[in-house]
Protein backbone atom coordinates (compact mmCIF):
# COMPACT_ATOMS: atom_id res chain seq x y z
CA UNK A 1 0.00 0.00 0.00
CA UNK A 2 1.62 3.77 -1.18
CA UNK A 3 1.99 5.99 1.72
CA UNK A 4 0.76 9.41 0.99
CA UNK A 5 3.42 12.16 0.84
CA UNK A 6 3.88 14.28 3.72
CA UNK A 7 3.02 17.93 3.56
CA UNK A 8 6.08 18.99 3.09
CA UNK A 9 6.75 16.53 0.31
CA UNK A 10 3.21 17.46 -1.55
CA UNK A 11 4.91 21.25 -1.00
CA UNK A 12 7.94 20.25 -2.66
CA UNK A 13 6.22 18.74 -5.96
CA UNK A 14 3.91 21.57 -6.12
CA UNK A 15 7.09 24.11 -6.72
CA UNK A 16 8.76 21.21 -8.42
CA UNK A 17 5.73 20.98 -11.29
CA UNK A 18 5.47 25.43 -11.17
CA UNK A 19 9.41 25.46 -12.40
CA UNK A 20 9.19 22.28 -14.95
CA UNK A 21 5.60 24.33 -16.24
CA UNK A 22 8.00 27.29 -16.24
CA UNK A 23 10.78 26.01 -18.28
CA UNK A 24 8.36 24.07 -20.37
CA UNK A 25 6.55 27.54 -21.30
CA UNK A 26 10.09 29.41 -21.52
CA UNK A 27 12.07 26.71 -23.58
CA UNK A 28 9.80 23.86 -25.53
CA UNK A 29 9.30 26.43 -28.47
CA UNK A 30 11.58 28.60 -29.58
CA UNK A 31 10.12 31.15 -31.24
CA UNK A 32 12.28 31.39 -33.99
CA UNK A 33 14.03 33.86 -36.25
CA UNK A 34 13.32 36.27 -38.74
CA UNK A 35 14.05 33.96 -41.18
CA UNK A 36 11.28 31.84 -40.07
CA UNK A 37 8.61 33.88 -41.35
CA UNK A 38 10.24 35.04 -44.91
CA UNK A 39 10.18 39.01 -45.93
CA UNK A 40 8.68 39.83 -42.63
CA UNK A 41 10.25 40.24 -39.25
CA UNK A 42 7.20 41.28 -37.58
CA UNK A 43 6.57 37.36 -36.39
CA UNK A 44 9.91 37.30 -34.20
CA UNK A 45 7.55 39.42 -30.85
CA UNK A 46 5.81 36.46 -29.03
CA UNK A 47 2.42 39.57 -28.83
CA UNK A 48 2.13 39.47 -32.88
CA UNK A 49 2.58 35.91 -33.12
CA UNK A 50 -0.21 35.73 -30.12
CA UNK A 51 -2.08 38.11 -31.91
CA UNK A 52 -2.38 36.51 -35.39
CA UNK A 53 -2.97 32.73 -33.63
CA UNK A 54 -6.11 34.48 -31.53
CA UNK A 55 -7.46 36.28 -34.60
CA UNK A 56 -6.95 32.93 -36.57
CA UNK A 57 -9.41 31.47 -34.81
CA UNK A 58 -12.08 34.48 -33.05
CA UNK A 59 -12.15 37.10 -36.00
CA UNK A 60 -12.93 39.26 -36.31
CA UNK A 61 -11.93 40.97 -32.96
CA UNK A 62 -11.88 44.23 -31.56
CA UNK A 63 -8.97 46.33 -30.76
CA UNK A 64 -9.97 46.27 -27.07
CA UNK A 65 -10.66 42.31 -27.06
CA UNK A 66 -7.08 42.48 -28.29
CA UNK A 67 -5.80 44.69 -26.45
CA UNK A 68 -7.28 42.83 -22.95
CA UNK A 69 -6.07 39.56 -24.33
CA UNK A 70 -2.63 40.02 -25.09
CA UNK A 71 -2.70 41.95 -22.14
CA UNK A 72 -1.05 45.65 -23.99
CA UNK A 73 -2.08 48.93 -22.94
CA UNK A 74 -4.42 50.48 -25.71
CA UNK A 75 -1.80 52.71 -27.30
CA UNK A 76 1.01 49.40 -26.94
CA UNK A 77 -2.34 47.74 -29.11
CA UNK A 78 -2.69 50.04 -31.89
CA UNK A 79 1.53 50.19 -32.32
CA UNK A 80 1.08 46.41 -33.05
CA UNK A 81 -2.15 46.72 -35.34
CA UNK A 82 -0.65 49.62 -37.19
CA UNK A 83 3.23 47.11 -37.37
CA UNK A 84 0.88 44.31 -38.43
CA UNK A 85 -1.42 46.35 -41.01
CA UNK A 86 1.74 47.58 -42.62
CA UNK A 87 3.27 44.42 -43.01
CA UNK A 88 0.19 43.14 -44.84
CA UNK A 89 -1.07 40.68 -42.70
CA UNK A 90 -3.99 42.11 -40.73
CA UNK A 91 -6.79 44.77 -41.92
CA UNK A 92 -8.99 46.68 -39.59
CA UNK A 93 -12.86 47.30 -41.06
CA UNK A 94 -15.43 49.58 -39.59
CA UNK A 95 -17.63 47.34 -36.99
CA UNK A 96 -21.38 47.58 -38.63
CA UNK A 97 -23.80 50.26 -36.92
CA UNK A 98 -20.94 51.68 -34.49
CA UNK A 99 -17.84 53.37 -34.38
CA UNK A 100 -15.65 50.36 -33.39
CA UNK A 101 -12.61 49.04 -35.62
CA UNK A 102 -12.57 45.23 -35.80
CA UNK A 103 -9.53 42.87 -36.61
CA UNK A 104 -9.39 40.30 -39.26
CA UNK A 105 -6.54 38.86 -40.71
CA UNK A 106 -5.62 39.00 -44.26
CA UNK A 107 -4.77 35.82 -47.12
CA UNK A 108 -1.21 36.67 -45.71
CA UNK A 109 -2.11 36.99 -42.33
CA UNK A 110 -3.81 33.39 -42.24
CA UNK A 111 -0.73 31.62 -43.80
CA UNK A 112 1.25 33.27 -41.10
CA UNK A 113 -1.20 32.50 -38.84
CA UNK A 114 -0.87 29.03 -39.56
CA UNK A 115 2.37 28.13 -40.03
CA UNK A 116 3.31 29.72 -36.48
CA UNK A 117 0.29 27.32 -35.08
CA UNK A 118 1.98 24.65 -37.48
CA UNK A 119 5.36 25.64 -36.03
CA UNK A 120 4.52 25.64 -32.59
CA UNK A 121 2.35 23.21 -32.85
CA UNK A 122 4.57 19.83 -33.85
CA UNK A 123 6.92 20.99 -31.56
CA UNK A 124 5.31 20.34 -28.50
CA UNK A 125 3.41 17.12 -30.33
CA UNK A 126 6.62 15.85 -31.00
CA UNK A 127 7.44 16.19 -27.52
CA UNK A 128 4.44 14.68 -26.10
CA UNK A 129 5.18 11.87 -28.17
CA UNK A 130 8.65 11.27 -27.20
CA UNK A 131 7.70 11.73 -23.76
CA UNK A 132 4.27 9.78 -23.66
CA UNK A 133 5.16 6.70 -26.21
CA UNK A 134 2.24 4.69 -24.35
CA UNK A 135 -1.00 5.65 -25.51
CA UNK A 136 -2.84 5.17 -22.02
CA UNK A 137 -0.41 7.66 -20.37
CA UNK A 138 -0.57 10.22 -22.76
CA UNK A 139 -4.27 10.15 -22.30
CA UNK A 140 -3.76 10.48 -18.66
CA UNK A 141 -1.50 13.14 -19.09
CA UNK A 142 -3.80 15.18 -21.15
CA UNK A 143 -6.55 14.63 -18.81
CA UNK A 144 -4.42 16.40 -16.02
CA UNK A 145 -3.45 18.92 -18.40
CA UNK A 146 -7.24 19.40 -19.06
CA UNK A 147 -7.41 19.80 -15.31
CA UNK A 148 -4.33 22.29 -14.72
CA UNK A 149 -6.02 24.21 -17.49
CA UNK A 150 -9.47 24.30 -15.95
CA UNK A 151 -8.11 25.79 -13.17
CA UNK A 152 -5.50 28.44 -15.02
CA UNK A 153 -9.20 29.28 -16.32
CA UNK A 154 -10.77 29.57 -13.81
CA UNK A 155 -8.66 32.08 -11.76
CA UNK A 156 -8.83 34.45 -15.81
CA UNK A 157 -11.99 33.02 -17.61
CA UNK A 158 -11.39 35.02 -20.59
CA UNK A 159 -11.11 32.62 -23.20
CA UNK A 160 -9.10 35.28 -25.45
CA UNK A 161 -6.36 35.39 -22.89
CA UNK A 162 -6.68 31.69 -22.16
CA UNK A 163 -6.72 30.30 -25.94
CA UNK A 164 -4.78 33.38 -27.23
CA UNK A 165 -1.75 30.71 -28.30
CA UNK A 166 -4.31 27.58 -29.33
CA UNK A 167 -4.99 25.71 -32.19
CA UNK A 168 -8.72 25.92 -31.48
CA UNK A 169 -9.72 23.59 -33.99
CA UNK A 170 -7.85 21.04 -32.70
CA UNK A 171 -9.12 21.06 -29.15
CA UNK A 172 -12.55 20.50 -30.66
CA UNK A 173 -11.48 17.84 -32.95
CA UNK A 174 -12.62 13.97 -32.00
CA UNK A 175 -15.20 15.57 -29.70
CA UNK A 176 -12.25 16.28 -27.07
CA UNK A 177 -14.19 19.72 -25.09
CA UNK A 178 -11.84 22.96 -24.23
CA UNK A 179 -11.29 23.30 -20.38
CA UNK A 180 -11.11 27.02 -20.50
CA UNK A 181 -14.05 27.13 -22.35
CA UNK A 182 -15.79 25.29 -20.12
CA UNK A 183 -14.77 27.30 -17.17
CA UNK A 184 -15.43 30.40 -18.79
CA UNK A 185 -19.29 29.08 -19.24
CA UNK A 186 -18.95 28.24 -15.90
CA UNK A 187 -17.58 31.15 -14.92
CA UNK A 188 -20.53 33.42 -16.71
CA UNK A 189 -23.27 31.35 -15.24
CA UNK A 190 -22.13 31.79 -11.86
CA UNK A 191 -21.90 35.13 -12.72
CA UNK A 192 -25.69 35.30 -13.68
Given at each position: MASRATAKERASSVRHGANVLRAIAANLVDPGSDSAHPGSGLLASRTAREALTLLAWAQPVTMGTLSGSLRLSQSACVR??????????????????TRQTELVLTRAGRRSADRVVGET??????????????PDDLSHFVAALDRLATVAATEAPDVYRI????????????????????????????GT
Open positions: LVDRLEAGGLVRRQGRAGGDVIAGALEAAFPDCRVCDVSACLAGGLACPSADACRAAADA
